[in-house]
């Protein structure tokens, strides 16, 4: 078959659509319902993120730039007279059961982990939170490296605490926020570092959170997108954080930090790091301390509408994630390259890497043309048909009314 034939072929995807809030919140209800045999009491939603730049600098007490996205977790709660715990999902067949008390770090495997390791994670904190029954529907993708994990345990987290009475308060944002990387940290076991938790509670409609994660000082950076589009291609290439890559970053990233008398890397100058002795140390340091300046400067260049500096940053880094700490792979290298060939003004990859997701920022007239030439690019590679969404900058976690 001739190359022009096999493109023509191609099944372009649509845009992964977010759904309607209200519609989906409906729905979920109906689903609970028919799984419990009652209404829940409470909706609540959160969403997934994708994150501008600053990547593997959160642990590091560096910077990061993430957005909500409009594509959120749904979960629907009933308290129960007794001490059991029932998590089912939409995107599961299998139902988890246990009780209270079994409840902790390494009780529950798998993706139930995020749900009911929210209910130790908020007792944990002094919530009285009871027995329940717990139905969750998301329309983040799954191990796209758009934090569908946050999107979950925040998700979770916001029906349980309307479940007991408690509102959103701006304090107890922060404590779920917490709650949350408890649950993931010491329950699933993942070693996280908190960007993703932080954004899906206090992300801001229409802008960027930026979190400095020495200070604990977040800042909303409204974003002026100008006629372009955020697009995120999901490359399908399964991305988990707890097989072992990302804690061996961390690792490295710490090993540096005590070579050099340092709390964190945050406090790490260029020049200190070039003159460490493991070349894979110093490389995964390397990228920690340009990374952070990267998303300084990033902040500058899109409050001053600059986007050739845009596309200088994710340009660098990608390559400073692809070869210093190494955490690319071949479709999201193919899936950024291809789209500022077709048009995008910047692209990287984004989140914890080993797969999972790119980030462009692409002119609205040419959305469907770099969609078209990845999904062609994919198909000439041999690569699975990646998914697209568009990345609409969305608040963070609440409860659904209604």
């Known amino acids: 078959m001739s190359e022009a034939a096999r493109l023509n072929r191609v099944d372009f995807v649509a845009l992964l659509d977010p759904g309607d809030p209200a519609a989906l919140s409906a729905t979920t209800r ?101 027995g329940v029954d717990l139905f969750i529907d998301s329309r983040v993708p799954l191990g796209a490296g758009l934090s569908s994990s946050a999107a979950l345990e925040c998700s979770v987290g916001g029906a349980l605490l309307d479940l007991v009475g408690v509102e959103l308060t701006d304090e107890v944002r922060d404590r779920l926020v917490d709650a949350s990387i408890r649950a993931e940290t010491e329950v699933v076991g993942a070693p996280t570092g908190g960007m993703d938790q932080t954004v899906a509670v206090h992300a801001t409609e229409g802008a960027a959170l930026l979190i400095d994660f020495d200070s604990g000082e977040r800042t909303v950076v409204p974003l002026d997108l100008a006629d372009h589009t955020l697009l995120v291609t999901d490359t399908r290439v399964s991305h988990s954080l707890t097989d072992g890559g990302y804690g061996s970053r961390r690792a490295d990233c710490e090993s540096a930090a005590r070579a050099l008398g340092l709390p964190t890397l945050r406090a790490a100058t260029l020049d200190v790091v070039e003159a460490l002795p493991d070349d894979r140390v110093r490389r995964r340091a390397r990228h920690v301390v340009t990374e952070i300046q990267r998303v300084t400067d990033t902040v500058a260049a899109l409050g001053q509408g600059r986007w050739d500096e845009v596309g200088r940053l994710f340009d660098a880094s990608h390559r400073s994630m692809r070869d210093d700490f190494e955490i690319s792979c071949p479709e999201l290298d193919c899936a950024v390259a291809i789209a500022v060939q077709a048009g995008a003004v910047a692209a990287r990859m984004t989140g914890g890497g080993f797969g999972g997701s790119s980030v462009a920022v692409v002119p609205d007239e040419r959305v469907e043309a770099v969609t078209r030439a990845v999904d062609a690019a994919f198909v000439l590679e041999g690569f699975r048909s990646p998914v697209h969404l568009r990345a609409v900058p969305s608040s963070g976690a609440r409860v659904e009314r209604g």
């Open 30 to 130: 109906a689903a609970f319902a028919d799984r419990y045999g009652e209404p829940p009491a409470t909706v609540a939603r959160a969403p997934g993120r994708v994150n501008l730049i600053g990547e593997h600098t959160d642990y590091n007490g560096g910077l990061v730039l993430p957005v909500a996205l409009a594509h959120a977790t749904y979960a629907a709660a009933r308290a129960r007279v007794d001490e059991l715990v029932r998590v089912a999902s939409r995107q599961q067949d299998e139902v988890w059961e246990g009780t209270l008390a079994e409840l902790g770090p390494g009780s529950v495997d798998g993706w139930a982990g995020y749900a009911a390791g929210m209910v130790w994670a908020l007792r944990e904190a002094g919530f009285d939170v009871p």
